[in-house]
């Protein structure tokens, strides 16, 4: 029986260090919980990844072996792309993919809104071609099925199409 409670990494909410912005962009695509700060300490991005029970992403063996981290974990790839599908693996994310229900920008949730509501925030453009929007409830942010979307889609598809092997 263990003495203290130690921490476990029991679900997929994760802290990027300030070193892996983009993963933690990719690791919102498909909807993970993923706090980035770059105003951040080492200290305090340790700090806030254990009080929160995120697993923290890092390039850092230094700050892995600090005593305070709770849950970590070395991300070997350096490509983001690459980065996004070893988390993925290793943590067997691929069923519990929820795509665009987080905000990229700020890890906030979306939730739809009316066309209307939005109608003078959007290019000529895209006012013309689509109908469906999602807003970011933390920052605003407005989300549209676009080009964007496809791309985003295919590089989750991408990282999420190799589990079996
Ligand atoms: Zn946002």
């Known amino acids: 029986m263990r003495a203290t409670a130690a921490p ?45 029970e995120r697993v923290l992403l890092t390039r850092d063996v230094r700050l892995l072996m600090c005593g305070a981290v709770t849950c970590g974990a070395f991300v070997r790839a350096t490509i983001p792309e690459a980065q996004l599908r070893e988390v993925v693996r290793r943590y067997g994310l691929r069923a519990l993919a929820r795509p665009f229900r987080r905000c990229i920008r700020c890890n906030g949730l979306t939730a739809p809104v009316s066309r209307a509501e939005i109608l003078d925030q959007l290019q000529p453009k895209t006012r013309r071609y689509y109908d469906e929007f999602w807003r970011c409830q933390v920052c605003g942010q407005i989300y549209w099925r676009g080009s964007h979307v496809q791309r985003m889609q295919e590089l989750i598809d991408r990282a999420f199409a190799d589990q079996c092997r």
């Open 8 to 52: 476990v990494c029991k679900d997929v909410r994760f802290a990027c260090d300030v070193h892996l912005g983009r993963l933690a962009a990719y690791l919102r695509m498909p909807g993970f919980d993923t706090l980035y700060r770059n105003d951040q300490s080492d200290a305090g991005l340790v700090a806030l990844a254990g009080a929160e």
